[in-house]
């Protein structure tokens, strides 16, 4: 009976040993995948966004657009980075408004540069500002405008326990391009809530929002999500999520009803 005893004490001691081992790496695993919630935080991530919408125009057509959207951070001084996020679309799209036929390619590339504190203020605040360009690159007309475009972009944030909570807003104006093409004047607007358990599963809400000045018409979407940090062959984290969202508000040839996304976002060394 000793004997069992003294096994079963060597167990437990040994499991004990094992969770104290292990513990730091659970955590920071969660605090990464809390940190992939923050749109300035200091990562080279690589996320791959794809995204399905429907019931567009009056023949019902669809849209199915992969955001390829690299965030790469550069060292300005000891205090201020500056996080460079892009955002290249590429659409395959079909019927979305009469006569349109199918069309596949490269959408416009939009870049934003933020200046960014690497600390928080004294009320616990992340920020960043900068500007935002839009670059032309559509490869068919019907997936872009042809226009240049610029304009101004902030974000702001707070990371309190397991919470990640804030907004990110920019603006749009067209300033070059095909004249016989629509100008651009277009704010944007995405508050954003998430929360992170200890297992680095993290579910969010956010939305996208948009008003164009030019037509007067806002686009609402709704988005709910969940996602969980993983490894690649044990060494290179990324984390995979998927969502679904609901379309409040949309212009009159938009989509309507819901939305679905799936995403993997690939964290890089530095």
Known sequence: MSYLRERCSMVLKAGVVFLLLHQPLLASDADLAQELSNPIADLITLPVQMNYDRDIGVDDGYKLQ???????????TEDVNLITRTILPVTYQEDIFPGAGSQFGLGDTSLTLFLSPKKPTASGILWGAGPIVLLPTATESELGGKKWGAGPSEVALTMRGLWTSGTLVNHVWSFAGDSDRNDISNSFVQPFVSYTW?????????????????????????????????????????????????????????PEGFRFRLQANFVLPK
């Open 66 to 76: 992969t955001n390829i959207q690299p965030v790469i951070p550069f060292d300005m």
């Open 198 to 254: 200890p297992s680095a599963w993290t579910a969010s809400i956010q939305s996208e929002t948009t008003y164009n000045w030019e037509t007067e018409q806002w686009s609402v979407p709704v988005n709910l999500a969940v996602s969980k940090l993983m490894k690649i062959a044990g060494k290179l984290p990324v984390s995979l999520q998927a969502g679904v969202g609901y379309w409040f508000e949309s212009p009159d040839a938009g």
